[in-house]
DNA sequence: GGTGTTGAAGCACGTTCGTGCTAAAAACTA
DNA sequence: TAGTTTTTAGCACGAACGTGCTTCAACACC
């Protein structure tokens, strides 16, 4: 028999060179021979593990939003085993949104990828489906998030929704300028900017 | 003399070209063949107003920059006409601020090409000026909006600027999700969020 | 110790890209 | 009408792209 080999684990290497390309030369450098280069493999090596060039960018595609998805996971869970209102609970919730932005190196890569997808996806329809379960799944876990902070309890489910929403286009805008203008949008402006957006949803639901 | 062509209205046919190729197929088809193409003009008569392919570039990026910086710019003269708190600026605001999304073709097309060459910035370093600049005359503006609806007047500069960022963030990222996934971020979920953030712009420094 | 399956490598073909360069065409002046 | 200059068109070259197909090397099993 043959020469024996993680199959799926040279298909993750495959894959964390293409991250490492589309994070430092964007999406449309991520070719096969760029991708083959960076790997330490020939072209007909990462042939032999992708059938074709758009097959290994979906399944791509689909690793990041596996990697992002179990963090917010992970991190969710904390979120719901400390009590509501605590400051603990308060800290959890920063520590989840955190997830979403490119806090470090590998949050960095992975939120880098994960934008570069997510727009190609407008283009490319091979793309589409994937684009589909990232949002599915992180509104998701948003709208759970939002569920447990809101003080209403059994609000407007219409309320809930747009907050849902909110948060969502609010976390996405926060990191586009984080990886767009690091100059300007700040670890400690991130900081602020979702803090402040926390105080303002224990006020409005209320009052309205 | 030569065949009089008013170069400057060429010039503008072949940006235009170029906005509705990035609409359609993205930043990456639109090559100077395409572009020619779609212009209905050869190759060498697109190089004849363009030297290369990068100057095409960074003025169409201009160009849509200046576009929308018009918008807001002749939008946020109508809030600061208004009466402060009156329900006409509350629409003037809703409108300056729906100038960021793809709410029409032609708001559509724009929000696109903004975002592709935002993104595609941070890779060219060719785009990385007029980037800049978009930054800074888009967030001098959200500034002005931010400081007019303060409603504690010479509130504390760190909340001012946060607020500016937050909001700034909330319209980069619905303008996203109304791009990419326009089947949930309709208009009327756009507005409510809108209108959501508004409300929380009111409470929110007053209760601090 | 052969042997055959499989990982790895690479060639070849057709496209497309940007760009340097050369002419043809067109239109206004002299 | 002849000339001049801008506009337009197009060819040619090197590079990079995806992909079909072939070839080589290695290793587990009979």
Redesign the interface.
């Known amino acids: 028999m043959p020469k024996i080999v993680d199959a799926e684990a040279r298909r993750l290497d495959v894959v964390h060179a293409v991250f490492r390309i589309i994070a430092s ?2 999406l ?1 450098r991520a070719s096969l021979r760029e991708v083959a280069d960076e790997a330490g493999l020939a072209v007909g090596s990462v042939r032999h593990y992708f059938a074709s060039s758009d097959e290994l960018l979906v399944f791509s595609f689909g690793a990041v939003i596996d990697r992002i998805a179990g963090r917010l996971e992970s991190a969710m869970t904390v979120v719901e085993e400390e009590s509501p209102g605590s400051p603990e609970q308060q800290a959890a919730v920063l520590n989840l949104l955190g997830q979403f932005l490119p806090l470090d190196e590998e949050l960095a890569v992975d939120a880098c990828v994960w ?2 997808f ?6 490319k329809p091979v793309l589409a489906a994937e ?1 589909e379960r990232s ?1 599915r799944t992180v ?1 998701a876990v948003v709208g759970r998030l939002i569920m447990l902070l809101s003080p209403g309890g059994a609000d407007a489910q ?2 809930l929704v ?2 849902a ?2 948060l ?7 990191c ?2 984080a ?3 690091p100059e ?2 700040t670890a400690e ?1 991130c900081s ?2 979702l803090t ?2 926390l ?2 949803l224990d ?2 639901p209320a ?2």
């Open positions: 030369d964007g449309e934008m570069a997510r727009h190609a996806a407008r283009i684009a949002h509104a219409q309320t747009t907050e929403e909110r969502l286009a609010t976390m996405d805008g926060l586009m300028h990886l767009l203008q300007w949008m402006m602020d900017v402040a957006h105080r303002s006020g409005v009052a309205r």
